[in-house]
């Protein structure tokens, strides 16, 4: 039985999160931001239209803004995963098995469901179901491999004429594609790739499924040969049906302001770490080893810039937020210096073990506290439902540093308070 793939990918997702609940913004140029309100990060179709670049600094396009009525929002992550969680939904409903591939694309199996169905068919239901119960508009690309699933979902998107749904299992029709489409559009192929690539004649999607891949595993990597044999049809990626368990958990952010004061700038680090602590106790897993980092801005000019880290080794893992504020703490006294003015600062966790499958340091065996792990659930059960907040006071109770955040968009979809009103 042949192997079917369809990618489904959200169209513009963070912009169009951002017109759902402002029918008034239906044909106006919406863009999203970074942290800070920075740069841009997210374009609806009519921003990309205006020829306006992602990653550009928010200052640098004043004038097209005022010139072209731009609306900008800050980035609104819970709203962003909550509509993720939606269409995710509706898509495991409809496949078999499904790969949730990042916030706003899935890998759908879709094997044997041209038995019974017509695939082309089946990507409009799958579209219009979406559509119809998120708001949310999608592309759908269907093909025998993941890499041309992605070519497809191109297609699917850029053409108007397809409806944004491309059946892409005839090889004939994989051929045409990949003769319009760039190397560099290839999944997987990367610009210094790309580079190589052209140096030596290759162009076009169809001039790399025309290469030998021997000849590519040689020059390139045995990752390039395989997206070589997807373009011809033949399937080396499965669905990755199990998310696999991170290597290293980071939170970090960029402070509002520049930071000069100590204890402002622990109550930030305190915050990350809550933060770090709760996605490891998501993933099931106890950490080892403990970092810290605080750093100045190096793009202002006649400042002085301080930049340090610090990272330990726990004698025993942990998951308890209490063990590891004590000691970031500790790291956090030993690197920081006065008199600089602080624009970032971080956390990180790594060395990771399942509960139960670690040795204890002999002379110096776990010292977690009593009820540690009912304590953490409790913490992180009332946090998660949405009716409470418990935090630790090392956190602060009014914080001065946190993110620039002035174009927010309310949480329509997660805080009660902020539901829209319709009278």
């Known amino acids: 039985m042949r192997a079917v793939f369809a990618l489904v990918d959200c169209n513009n997702f963070y912009a169009s999160c951002e017109k759902l609940f402002r029918p008034d913004?239906?044909?106006?140029?919406?863009?999203?931001?970074?942290?800070?309100?920075?740069?841009?990060?997210?374009?609806?179709?009519?921003?990309?239209?205006?020829?306006?670049?992602?990653?550009?600094?928010?200052?640098?396009?004043?004038?097209e803004i005022k010139q072209h009525g731009i609306v900008c929002f800050s980035s609104n992550y819970a709203l962003y995963a909550d509509l993720s969680n939606r269409v995710m939904t509706i898509l495991e409903e409809e496949a078999p098995q499904l790969e949730v591939y990042s916030i706003d694309e899935a890998f759908m199996d879709l094997t044997g469901v041209d038995h019974v169905m017509d695939l082309l068919a089946f990507g409009k239901r799958v579209k219009a179901k979406v559509d119809q119960w998120t708001g949310i508009t999608v592309g759908v690309g269907i093909a025998p491999t993941k890499t041309l699933a992605k070519l497809a979902n191109h297609a699917?998107?850029?053409?108007?004429?397809?409806?944004?749904?491309?059946?892409l299992m005839a090889p004939d029709r994989q051929k045409r594609l990949m003769a319009l489409v760039d190397v560099g559009d290839?999944?997987?192929?990367?610009?210094?790739?790309?580079?190589?690539?052209?140096?030596?004649?290759?162009?076009?999607?169809?001039?790399?499924?025309?290469?030998?891949?021997?000849?590519?595993?040689?020059?390139?990597?045995?990752?390039?040969?395989?997206?070589?044999?997807?373009?011809?049809g033949v399937s080396c990626l499965d669905l990755e049906l199990v998310t696999p368990t991170k290597q290293q958990i980071i939170c970090s952010r960029s402070f509002g302001y520049k930071v000069t004061d100590k204890q402002q700038l622990r109550e930030a680090i305190a915050k990350y770490t809550t933060r770090a602590a709760e996605k490891l106790r998501r993933e099931k897993r106890l950490c080892r080893v403990v970092s810290v980092f605080i750093r100045t801005s190096p793009f202002i000019p006649n400042e002085p810039h301080y930049s340090q880290s610090l990272s330990v080794e726990l004698p025993n893992p942990t998951d308890d937020t209490r063990d590891l504020l004590e000691v970031i703490n500790v790291m956090f006294n030993r690197i920081y210096k006065a008199g600089y003015r602080y624009a970032k600062a971080g956390v990180m966790l790594a060395d990771f073990y399942e509960y139960g499958t670690f040795q204890e340091?002999?002379?110096?065996?776990?010292?977690?506290?009593?009820?540690?792990?009912?304590?953490m659930a409790v913490v992180d059960q009332i946090n998660h439902s949405g009716l409470g907040n418990v935090f630790f006071a090392s956190q602060g109770v009014s914080p001065q540093w946190s993110m620039k955040r002035e174009h927010l968009s309310p949480a329509y979809t997660t805080r009660w308070e902020e539901i829209p009103k319709i009278f």
């Open 25 to 63: 913004l239906k044909n106006t140029p919406v863009a999203v931001l970074s942290n800070n309100d920075g740069c841009i990060v997210a374009r609806s179709k009519e921003v990309k239209a205006l020829g306006i670049k992602m990653g550009v600094p928010l200052f640098q396009i004043q004038d």
């Open 156 to 167: 699917a998107k850029k053409y108007p004429a397809t409806g944004g749904v491309v059946d």
């Open 186 to 232: 290839v999944w997987g192929v990367g610009r210094r790739t790309t580079e190589k690539l052209k140096a030596r004649g290759v162009h076009t999607a169809l001039d790399l499924a025309n290469t030998s891949p021997k000849d590519i595993r040689s020059e390139f990597s045995v990752v390039l040969e395989r997206t070589v044999r997807e373009l011809n």
């Open 361 to 375: 340091d002999l002379f110096r065996p776990s010292a977690n506290k009593v009820n540690s792990k009912a304590l």
